[in-house]
């Protein structure tokens, strides 16, 4: 019996020890990139080196009874009758109690650390616009800048207040850590500091409909400076309109191409037209969600050459831009859906 | 010709058939009516609606459901119950026995366990990005459906068959306390089953099976009202079933059956009940408040009309996280009802494990927040909720430590069963420890809506009903049909299914760690998903072979299996000291009890005095 005992806690003292030092070894999540990634990663460590000992504990002595305590053949008496052991029992039930008291404390101090909101001035306020399947920014305090895409400078606590137009969606980027449902009818908020300049992603984590997957938006962390700049040139840029130059020669080409967006993604993927040519694009939104059609050097999509309106669907629009003279391949995209509904233009 | 016609003399054909008429007659007026009052003749909403209410009551008349009822009512002498015969056309009319409606409750759980086990298959393949993809609305319908029918068409009733076979003969009765409810509470779940199937056949539902408005009660398909029926009445089912089972443990427990003589099994079903009759009505209303929403316009979750999104997803907690419990609970006192059997030894702290039933019961009513740590509510709430969340592992862990504890120095018999509450527990063990961060509120907002709830989910699931299912069904499976199942399939079955049930779960919870979302129907392949979605799958594939090996199992083994014996076990329960299959009213004298039921190795240790004929009393300590 003693002997039993003692083996069996060695093991599983080896085994607590093994398990909860990988654990706290290893970087579980992946791409820890704000402040609040790094409270919640640490705490899971902590939780998983926990759960190990506990684990350790039951598995050791499960398998050795397993391996030691089977019924020989020809055995057919009954084991000694211990009905329970008084100490043990109440043991394991004041230990497993203090320990979950200890971690709810813990916890709730990590949970006020990371929500709190900061002093006022202190963080920069984003108004975020979540609809099917689409997400929408807006910077009042940068004269209500408003974007397609999340741009973030580093280092500055975000605090994002967020509505639904439609259903309940959910912002989540998976680098930054905690999500936080958008429900309609009332304005949800959620605050983090973005530490790594980086290209990330919105993603809805709520299901909200057949475009759920889909509804991502990207985000930019940036440097205070170039932060700056992009606020500038969103100031400076006109909203999406038709920025064609006019025809300029009579022998100019002209090409006509329809274009259908439907299920969040366009029926093409790849758009040919000769250099230099008028190009006319028969566009018919399907979806009944915002969608738009726009051209750009590269798929970096910093420089526009043409930026259609957008439109919510089921509708048909015209758009009329000349292409560029250079052949090269470009970029097209939706505005509303810059990470999914993509294309090549290509100017021959 | 006779024989065809023979066919229509079964209930459940009659029933359906009926149903079908009925619901074509509650579509056929409603249009005339709306016709006769000037209105377009078909809105699929409200007329499929309509529809689907008159075949479910003409289905039940038809069955007989309501024939004494009726005849009581208008003051009719109730007619006498026919003896009944020994006869497999039985098991498809209505029946009050309880040990009939119990296999009829199992039976049609796992007739729908394969189908919904399948349908998810296609979505695992779907996900491990080996055929082509499917779409999104359908995608999201399969997935959904597979959640709803598993729950609410295979969990539900299969721990009802089992609750309903086996109560009545572990407590020392002849039948339950309302045998006529109990047969109406059983016929609720056929057309709560092909509702919920046959919602994927009418435009399915792309919503998750939580089905959260504004989403469900905006959908235009009408699979949304096909489910919302169905799901409300498989509640009603199991609300009228938890009186019937509360009514029997209080009222109808032989003599000498004191609370801690009780095996374990009725302490969970007691648990069980308790929280099905408190708050299943929760989920039926906020289904209902859903389908007058969508049918009838009523703004109770829309907030243009003055409604609060929130307010459903408190009152769908409210029900659905004790509901977690009741899913599991029963599976936990098979467990615990099996071990001593098996490990020769006493159920170690048996008293605790039988009280922290009720714990884990109790403290289930009051976490249902949880759920919403990322919903929006207010943030005071969330840190009590925290704390009541995370009380809930002390009974639970009070429950594994016992088990581990009566293997320790045990005579450990390696049978299917044994083997199968071998995994289950180290299952449930991964579940209950990956519940922790869960409800850490500050790590939770990040798992939430991620594979690691899903992978949590299905562990506890798998622990703490699958496997213990499959325990039970090879455990009482020689009670039931007095033959024994085939133990060679049985093990091929359990490593089947043990392999399955790692490779499904472990996966997951990887998944979720590294950032993956639940309900996406398509992931970019640079994040490096793929390896343990196809993991995830053949782990599916693995658990539905098991399914296919049980399935021949049971049908070859009732007839050519082995002869039972009334108990081939070796067992103290009360069930097992009657023959096998038991007699039609179990006991033929209300047996007197005398001692605990896992006195193993106890010198003279007897649970009950089966006859009249040995008086003297035997002393159990």
């Known amino acids: ?348 | 010709m006779n024989k065809i016609l023979k066919i229509f003399s079964l209930g459940v054909i009659r029933g359906l058939l009926a149903g079908l008429a009925g619901a074509g007659a509650g579509i056929g007026i409603t249009m005339l009516v709306r016709h006769a009052i000037g209105l377009p003749a078909w809105n699929p909403g409200p007329v499929t609606t309509i529809g689907i209410f008159t075949g479910v009551i003409t289905y039940l008349v038809v069955l007989g459901a309501f024939n004494y009822w009726f005849r009581w009512a208008i003051g009719a002498e109730p007619k006498e119950a026919e003896p009944p015969k020994r006869s497999w056309t039985r098991y498809f009319n209505l029946d009050t026995n309880h040990k009939i409606i119990g296999v009829q409750y199992l039976v049609t759980a796992l007739t729908f366990l394969p189908f919904a086990v399948a349908l998810q298959l296609v979505g695992r393949l779907d996900l491990s990005k080996l055929v082509s993809p499917l779409n999104a609305t359908t995608y999201e319908s399969i997935i959904s459906d597979h959640g709803l029918l598993m729950l609410f068409i295979v969990v539900l009733p299969a721990f009802s068959g089992l609750m309903n076979y086996l109560i009545p003969l572990l407590i020392g009765a002849r039948d339950m306390a309302f045998p006529r409810l109990n047969a109406l509470s059983y016929w609720l779940i056929p057309p709560a089953g092909l509702l919920t199937a046959f919602s994927l056949l009418v435009g399915g539902f792309d919503t998750g099976w939580t089905l959260y408005p504004p989403l469900s009660a905006s959908f235009e398909y009408i699979g949304m009202n096909f489910i919302l029926i169905g799901i409300f009445l498989s509640g009603l089912s199991s609300i009228l079933g938890a009186i019937n089972f509360l009514t029997t443990i209080f009222k109808m427990r032989a003599p000498g059956m004191g609370p801690f003589r009780m095996p374990v099994f009725v302490w969970s079903t007691l648990a069980t009940t308790a929280l099905t009759l408190t708050f299943t009505q929760f989920i039926g209303m906020s289904f209902l408040m859903v389908l007058f929403q969508r049918v009838l316009g009523m703004g109770f979750f829309n907030p243009q009309m003055g409604g609060q999104v929130l307010l459903y997803q408190y009152l769908f907690w409210f029900y659905s996280h004790p509901a977690v419990y009741v899913f599991v609970l029963l599976g936990l006192g098979i467990i615990s009802d099996t071990i001593p059997v098996f490990a020769r030894k006493p159920l170690f702290g048996y008293k605790a494990v039988a009280i922290s039933s009720i714990g884990i019961a109790a403290g289930g009513t009051i976490v249902f927040a949880h759920h919403m740590f990322a919903a929006g509510i207010p943030a005071f709430l969330k840190i009590p909720f925290m704390v009541t969340t995370l009380l809930v592992a002390v009974p639970t862990g009070v429950k594994v430590f016992a088990w581990v504890a009566t293997m320790w120095l045990g005579k450990l018999r390696i049978t299917t069963a044994f083997l199968f509450v071998l995994s289950a527990i180290v299952t449930f063990l991964i579940g209950g420890l990956t519940g922790v961060p869960l409800g850490i509120v500050p790590v939770d907002l990040y798992l939430h809506d991620t594979y690691f709830v899903v992978g949590h989910f299905h562990a506890t699931l798998f622990g703490g009903f699958l496997l213990p299912l499959m325990a039970a069904i090879y455990f009482w499976f020689p009670k039931v049909s007095g033959r024994m199942l085939s133990e060679k399939m049985g093990k091929m079955q359990w490593l089947l299914m043990t392999v399955g049930t790692t490779l499904l779960i472990l996966p997951m919870l990887g998944l979720g760690i590294e950032g993956m979302r639940r309900r996406v129907f398509d992931y970019s392949l640079t994040l490096g998903f793929r390896p343990l979605h196809i993991a995830t799958a053949v782990g599916g594939f693995l658990i539905f072979a098991g399914l296919v090996i049980l399935a021949y199992n049971m049908i070859t083994s009732a007839r050519r299996g082995a002869p039972a014996g009334p108990n081939p076990w070796n067992s103290m329960i009360l069930a097992w000291q009657v023959s096998s299959p038991p007699p039609e009213e179990n006991f033929a004298e209300i047996p007197r009890v005398v001692g605990n039921p896992f006195g193993y190795g106890v010198e003279g240790s007897v649970h009950a005095i089966m006859s009249t004929e040995t008086k003297e009393e035997i002393k159990n300590e």
């Open chain 1, 1 to 348: 019996m003693k002997k039993h005992l003692f083996i069996v806690l060695i093991f599983a003292f080896a085994l607590a020890i093994g398990l909860s030092y990988i654990f706290l070894r290893i970087d579980l999540i992946p791409r820890p990139s704000s402040l609040e990634r790094q409270s919640i990663d640490h705490l899971l460590k902590i939780l998983f080196a926990i759960a190990s000992v506990i684990f350790a504990l039951v598995i050791s002595v499960f398998v050795y009874s397993l391996i030691f305590f089977r019924r020989r053949p020809g055995d057919d008496k009954d084991a000694p009758p211990i009905k329970g052991y008084g100490s043990l029992e109440m043991a394991w039930t004041v230990i497993p109690l203090i320990i979950v008291i200890g971690l709810g404390a813990y916890g709730g101090v990590v949970l006020n650390d990371m929500t709190r909101p900061g002093p006022p001035q202190s963080e920069l306020e984003i108004d975020v616009t979540a609809s099917r399947f689409a997400w929408q920014f807006n910077y009042p305090t940068y004269g209500n800048i408003t974007s397609f895409e999340l741009e973030l400078p580093i280092n500055q606590r975000v605090a994002l207040y967020m509505q639904s137009k439609d259903v309940v969606h959910s912002f989540w980027v998976q680098e930054f850590g905690p999500k936080q449902d958008v429900v309609p009818g009332m304005t949800t908020q959620l605050r983090f500091t973005p530490t790594e300049i980086g290209h990330y992603t919105v993603q809805c984590s709520q299901l909200c409909g057949y475009g759920h997957t889909y509804m991502t938006a990207p985000v930019n962390v940036v440097s205070l400076a170039d932060f700056q700049t992009w606020v500038q040139a969103q100031q400076a840029a006109p909203s999406p309109t038709p920025t064609a130059t006019p025809s300029t020669g009579p022998t100019q080409p002209s090409v006509t191409i329809n274009l259908m967006a439907m299920n969040i993604s366009f029926d093409l993927s790849i758009i040919m037209v000769p250099a230099g040519a008028s190009v006319t694009i028969n566009f018919n939104n399907m979806d009944n969600i915002p969608h738009n059609f726009a051209v750009y050097t590269d798929s970096s999509a910093q420089t526009p050459i043409f930026r259609g309106q957008i439109v919510t669907g089921p509708a048909k629009v015209t758009y009329n831009f000349t292409a560029p003279a250079k052949p090269g391949t470009y970029f097209f995209r939706c505005d509303v859906h810059p990470t999914i509904m993509t294309g090549k233009f290509v100017v021959q």
